[in-house]
């Protein structure tokens, strides 16, 4: 590496590269200077050659991005066994350092992945670093903080997949961008892109596809105000997980049915999907999700005018998620208690329950307030770990 470093520094006093204003060495070719080394290079080097010298950086850059995420799982025995199988100079002392270089080097990495894919002779390494490119990028800077980039990325696997006509990788890109559009409120955009991502999950006879695709139908003409086609959707994606007897994600799905119908004002549907969706967290074991949901059915039954029902679920509901240990939860259903039973006349009780409430979540606050003074000091204990 210094040895490069030598070189690099060599070639800028001759003005062959520039050396650029980066905290990171970073040198850029003069674009007076490409079609002449392009040429060179042509006129010298056999084409098999190199296309096998753009592989092998390309294959470097994918490590690199595998090495920048990977530290950021500093709980996974299995990522940091792989980062210590890498080379050294493959390797960030730490997750700040990774995210620094990856935050510097972004536009270099954007500029490779369209390059790659642009020359069509590499498509799956092209495939491989734009896969291990939005990894790092989300993992350091999370999906809202990164979704400009991310938007073209997808695009660019899109390209590649439709060139390559594969349906499986076109359906993936085409749920991402569509999962962008809704993020950014173009949610015409994304409703179109999701019945482009089932059709071609259905190509790939991909399940997952097709029924993640359904399911984001049906949240898309929801966003819309359109519950009929809403709940519609939603019961095609319920048909196919209880079919492949996907029990966590039919329960889901049920809830997502009652909304549509509570949204639409059908509350005798919404009621039997929210008992529906009970009743799927029970046999799953999933007590909060089952709280939740009771939380949910109580409120429908408020909806629909039967107050000493909603009151009866809701204390039901106080039971489950005081098991759960969910205090967030907890106080939001001693509210409902409380506008409850001051429907039901009793205001005396309704000032009880909302004092439980504040209790809770006062002392929730305290607890949250005492994990973010010790929060660094975790962070410091999980950054050491890391590099052992």
């Known amino acids: 590496m210094s040895a490069a470093h030598t070189t690099l520094d060599d070639f800028a006093a001759l003005g062959l590269v520039r050396l650029l204003e980066s905290p990171l060495p970073q040198y850029e070719v003069p674009g007076s200077l490409l079609p002449l080394l392009r040429a060179l290079a042509e006129s010298r080097e056999r084409p098999a050659e ?4 753009r592989a092998r950086m390309l294959e470097r850059t994918v490590r690199l991005l595998q090495s920048c995420r990977a530290i950021t799982e ?4 299995e990522a940091r066994e792989k980062l210590l199988g890498m080379p050294r100079t493959l390797r960030f002392p730490n997750p700040r350092a990774a995210a620094d270089w990856l935050r510097v080097r972004q536009p270099a ?19 491989r670093l734009m896969s291990q490119l939005v990894r790092a990028m989300v993992a350091h800077f999370g999906t809202q903080a990164s979704a400009p980039e991310l938007y073209g990325i997808h695009r660019l696997v899109l390209d590649v997949a439709e060139r390559r006509n594969l349906p499986r990788e076109q359906a993936a890109a085409l749920l991402n961008l569509a999962d962008l559009d809704t993020r950014t409120g173009r949610t015409t955009e994304a ?3 999701y019945r482009a991502a089932l059709d071609a999950g259905r190509e790939a006879n991909d399940p997952y596809a097709t029924g993640r695709a359904m399911e984001s139908v049906g949240g898309a003409h929801q966003e819309l105000g359109d519950y009929d086609r809403a709940a519609d959707w939603y019961g095609r994606a319920l048909a196919q997980r209880l079919a492949r007897d996907e029990r966590v994600d039919a329960a889901r799905l049920y809830g997502r049915i009652a909304t549509a119908h509570t949204y639409a004002g059908r509350y005798g549907e919404a009621l039997r999907n929210w008992r529906s969706a009970v009743a799927g967290h ?5 007590v909060a999700a089952q709280a939740r949901a009771l939380s949910e059915l109580a409120r429908v039954q408020e909806y629909a005018g039967r107050p000493e029902e909603s009151l009866r679920t809701c204390q039901e509901a106080v039971e489950w998620a005081r098991r759960a240990d969910d205090v967030r939860l907890q106080a939001a259903l001693q509210l409902r208690l409380a506008d409850t039973l001051e429907h039901l006349g009793d205001p005396a009780a309704a000032k009880l ?16 307030d005492s994990g973010a003074e010790q929060a660094p000091n975790a962070c410091e204990i999980r950054s050491a770990s890391s590099k052992d």
């Open 109 to 127: 990495l954007l500029a490779a992945a369209r390059s790659a894919v642009a020359d069509g002779e590499l498509d799956t390494l092209a495939r």
């Open 191 to 193: 409703l179109a892109r």
């Open 353 to 368: 329950h909302r004092g439980a409430a504040e209790r809770m979540l006062g002392e929730e606050l305290l607890e949250s």
């Open 50 to 53: 190199l296309q096998l010298a």
């Open 282 to 286: 029970r046999k799953n074991g999933d």
């Open 74 to 77: 500093t709980d996974s025995i």
